[in-house]
């Protein structure tokens, strides 16, 4: 099987219990996925608004324990770039796109953004079991 890569969209899916993503990324956590810190950073923001800053600073400690985070570089933010030119994408899934091609990876996900816009990376949408 390949790497797998989470988005926000993934992980906010996941701590929700949202089914069916909830249970796809429940599958792959024994796995260390990857995620990057762009991506993490959307996740804190959103609990932190919904649900309190104690909540989401235990959050990110508990993705910390299961998911590979990846800092972007300088190369890996140039890429993200060159990827928001080409694509209508928030920059954020720009960074997930990014990461997972870096890692040639796919990316988890129920973005419709990324999911319309796929120009040939690999992705599984979340939406659907399967």
Partial sequence: MSRVC??????????????????????????????????????????????????????VRRMRAVVDLDLPSADRIMAAARIKAQHPLAYADAFAVATTLAYDAVLYTGDPEILEATAGWPVRDLRSSG
């Fill in 6 to 59: 989470l988005d926000s969209w993934a992980v906010l899916r996941w701590l929700e219990g949202a089914e069916p993503a909830a249970t796809a990324v429940d599958e792959v956590m024994p796995d260390h996925p990857i995620m990057n810190w762009i991506n993490v950073g959307e996740v804190y923001y959103v609990t932190r608004r919904l649900a309190g800053a104690n909540e989401a600073d235990d959050i």
